[in-house]
């Protein structure tokens, strides 16, 4: 057994949540970070979506349902 696949798997865990959390970030962005009602109705669906389902869906089906589409590292 290779000792670095550990180390490969959760390196490629951590690059994968920056991912994810750049791109969830980015729908704030998105919506207007001046725009305070705009903020508040992202921030809404984050938490309907992302903190209120969380292990009850699968990731993905989670993140498609708050951004409408899937994870893209473009925000990184």
């Given at each position: 057994?290779?000792?670095?696949?550990?180390?490969?798997?959760?390196?490629?865990?951590?690059?994968?949540?920056?991912?994810?959390?750049?791109?969830?970030f980015s729908?704030?962005?998105?919506?207007?970070?001046?725009?305070?009602?705009?903020?508040?109705?992202?921030?809404?669906?984050?938490?309907?979506?992302?903190?209120?389902?969380?292990?009850?869906?699968?990731?993905?089906?989670?993140?498609?349902?708050?951004?409408?589409?899937?994870?893209?590292?473009?925000?990184?």
């Open positions: 057994m290779n000792r670095m696949s550990g180390y490969a798997a959760g390196y490629y865990s951590y690059k994968w949540a920056e991912v994810l959390s750049a791109d969830a729908a704030f962005e998105d919506a207007g970070l001046d725009n305070n009602k705009a903020v508040i109705e992202t921030g809404r669906k984050f938490r309907e979506t992302i903190l209120a389902l969380g292990g009850g869906k699968a990731p993905l089906e989670v993140f498609v349902q708050f951004r409408g589409r899937e994870p893209t590292p473009d925000a990184l």
